[in-house]
């Protein structure tokens, strides 16, 4: 079992930015990917980028893409999500997500997850 602890969320201005943390519990082993996804009020949650945990390799969805960088932390066996020129439709609040297994893309194929934390942005 893992654990996973998100932090950094806020309140700030469209183009601004903001860097998420995830703080897993324990080392991962093996094939591990560590995965952010979002759910904005009324809408569904949704993957926003995910890692590799042993190669580092990077995956987004094309909302994202250009603007958010994932990267992780393999001493401190964290994550983290750098959001730069926020727009108001990034509001919602980002959960990471743990699957002991290759790239996914879909909420019900990891395995553990955060709490959440509230990311707003003001137009």
């Known amino acids: 079992q893992v654990q996973l602890v998100e932090s950094g969320g806020g309140l700030v201005q469209a183009g601004a930015s903001l860097r998420l943390s995830c703080a897993a519990s324990?080392?991962?082993?093996?094939?591990?990917?560590m995965g952010w996804f979002r759910q904005a009020p009324g809408k569904e949650r949704e993957f926003v980028s995910a890692?590799?945990?042993?190669?580092?390799?990077?995956y987004y969805a094309d909302s994202v893409k250009g603007r958010f960088t994932i990267s992780r932390d393999n001493s401190k066996n964290t994550a983290y999500l750098q959001m730069n020129s926020l727009k108001s439709e990034d509001t919602a609040v980002y959960y990471c997500?743990?699957?002991?297994?290759?790239?996914?893309?879909?909420?019900?194929?990891?395995?553990?997850w955060g709490q959440g934390t509230q990311v707003t942005v003001s137009s």
């Open positions: 997500a743990g699957r002991e297994g290759y790239i996914a893309y879909r909420v019900a194929e990891y395995h553990y």
């Open positions: 324990r080392r991962t082993f093996g094939t591990y990917t």
């Open positions: 890692i590799r945990w042993t190669t580092g390799s990077t």
